[in-house]
Structures are given as C-alpha cells and as structure tokens.
C-alpha cells in the first residue's frame, strides 16, 4: 500500500471514529455556519462542560482552535460534513449567524431594559416620599383677659390624654385638660402632629411678647415673638411641634427678648416691657394627619428592580467556568 493510500485510509478513519457519537455530530453541523466558543456550544449541546471537552478532543483534527477562541472547521471536518449530508436522512440543525441588525437590536433592548429599571427606581422613591396631609380637628380656647406685668410671664398647659373629657381648671397656671378621642397615631406610613396658634386682641396699649414652649422634659420645642398696637387682633402661630401625647407648656412674657435693639432705641417703643399690658389671649390647637398612601407600593418597586441585578450575579457565576475554558483555549 503506497503512502497516498494509507493518508487517505487513515483520513477516513477518522472521520468515521470522530463522528459515531451524536454529539460530535451535532458539534460539526453547528460549526458548517459560523465559528463558535466553548460557552456557545456549551449552550446548544446542553451537556456539562467535562463531557463537551470529552467529544472536542475526540474530533481531532476535525476542528481548529484558533486564539480567538472560536473552534472551526478544518478542511477535514469540511469533507466530514459533506459525507454526513449524504448519509443521514434528519436534516441538519440551522444555527442561523447573528446578523448586524439582529445584535444592534440586541444592544437597544438592553438600553432600553436600563432606562425602564432608572424610571422604576425613580417611581419607587417617589411613592416612598410622597406624603399627604389633612387637619383632622380643632380644639380652640381662651385665656380670657390677661394682665402681664413688666418683665413677668403667664403659662399655660395643654396636657393630651386618652379618653379624657374636655375640661378647664382657672388659676394662674391657665391649665387645659384636652380630650383626644383618636388614639395616636404614629408609624411609618401614618402620623399626626399638632400646631399652635395665639390671637391676640383687645390689648390696652402697643404691645411686644416673647415666647416659649416646653415639652414634658422641660426641653424647648418651639419660641415666638409677638407684638401689635392697641385693639388690633394678632394671629401668630407655631407649626407642628406637638408630636406626641403629654403636657406641653407655653409661656408668654411681657418684653423679653422679643425686643429688638432697633425697637429698644426707638423713643415711640420705649414703653414696651416697662408697663403692663392687658388683652384678650385666645390658643387654638389644631391636628393634622399625614401619611404615605403609596409607601409599600415603593418598596414592591424597589424589591422587584434588586431582583435584575441578582439574576444577572448568579448568571454571571454560573457561565463563570465557561468563560475561562475559552480563554484557557
């Protein structure tokens, strides 16, 4: 047998050992279209990747490696494939190349899936935030005409409990009882907080008050300056500063510091702080209620948009050994 015979033998042999499993096959008829990597083929053989190498090694010189990472088809394994179509009835697989605009849209879903999760995170923040508010009732008394002598104050107490009947107790203390018939309310998606607001009417002469208001600790939660001339009414108020059940002092003094330098100079005002003052002092507390209709929708948002990029990890994790065979090859 001359040399020429025993190539062309040998050819065929293995061609034939080479391709009598389905798999190796399989492996040729998707590389008649276009060059692929091991993960490529990984993917459409659906086997783990040992047995990928397994069948690679035994096409031999079927198939060339190049340092891209691609396996192609050699000459050989073109001939193999032409003998394979003239021998099998099942027709071939179609793994159709990935055309320019197939990848372009490809590009375009993926900028576009960007953009949508941004305006999901945006939304979700947006509902979490969102806040709405309404009064929910009023409670309104007087002190009555009350005279406060220079450098003195008068206080008062608004004291909040459940279930309590409205009631007044006279005195110097000016002390209010104030019925709550709500219980309280405070989460994270619902609350209430109470304002403060004076009328001051009726007074005896040109006026300047000071002020401030205490919590149950003694801590200062609030201070104003008020003043107006004789017989004007003066509505001043201080907002959201009751933010939870208890007694709550306010108290208000004749001058203080409620005198400015630039009044204290003024010879029309030299008056204020230095004599008593006389008028009618009216309080109103009132309730609001806020809450945040759409915070749990917020978090579904947010929870749903932190599931992308956790698919994306374990994909990435898990085509991990893929890539580096590619790169190893």
Do not use: C
Not at 27 to 40: A, G, N, Q, W, Y
Not at 63 to 78: A, E, F, N, Q, W
Not at 152 to 167: D, H, K, M
Not at 250 to 273: A, K, Q, S, V
Request: charged content about 20%; proline content about 5%.
């Amino acid at each position: 047998m001359s040399d020429e015979e025993k190539i062309e033998e040998e050819t065929y042999s293995l061609i034939f050992s080479s391709l009598k499993h389905p798999i190796r096959r399989k492996i040729m008829r998707m590389l008649v279209h276009e060059p692929r990597t091991f993960s490529e083929i990984l993917e459409v053989v659906s086997i783990d990747s040992g047995h990928l190498n397994y069948h690679l090694e035994n096409l031999g010189d079927l198939i060339t490696h190049s340092p891209d990472g691609k396996y192609r088809l050699s000459s050989v394994g073109v001939a193999a494939v032409k003998l394979m179509s003239g021998v099998e009835e099942t027709p071939p697989i179609k793994v159709f190349p990935r055309s320019k605009g197939i990848r372009t849209l490809g590009v375009f879903t993926k900028i576009f899936l960007i953009i949508l999760l941004i305006v999901l995170i945006a939304s979700s923040l947006f509902f979490i935030g969102l806040i709405e508010s309404y009064v929910v009732e009023d409670t309104r008394s007087s002190l009555g005409f009350v005279t406060i002598l220079p450098n003195q104050s008068v206080r008062f107490n608004l004291t909040l409990v459940y279930n309590a009947t409205l009631g007044y107790s006279g005195g110097d203390d000016f002390s209010m009882l104030i019925e709550k018939r709500e219980p309280w309310v405070s989460t994270i998606t619902e609350w209430k907080e109470g304002y403060l607001r004076f009328t001051y009417s009726e007074f005896n002469t040109s006026y300047m008050t000071s002020g401030m208001v205490y919590d149950a600790s003694g801590r200062i939660i609030a201070n104003f300056a008020v003043g107006g001339s004789p017989n004007q009414s003066q509505v001043f108020g201080l907002g959201r500063i009751i933010t939870q059940p208890g007694t709550y002092i306010t108290e208000i003094e004749n001058g203080g510091w409620g005198i400015t330098p630039e009044l204290e100079n003024d010879p029309r005002y030299e008056h204020l702080g230095h004599e008593p003052i006389t008028g009618q002092i009216d309080w109103e507390l009132g309730w609001v209620y806020f809450e945040r209709p759409y915070f749990y929708w917020g978090i579904v948002g947010l929870l749903i948009v932190s599931i992308y990029p956790v698919l994306v990890l374990i994909r990435w994790i898990l085509t991990l050994p893929h890539r580096r065979h590619d790169v190893l090859k």
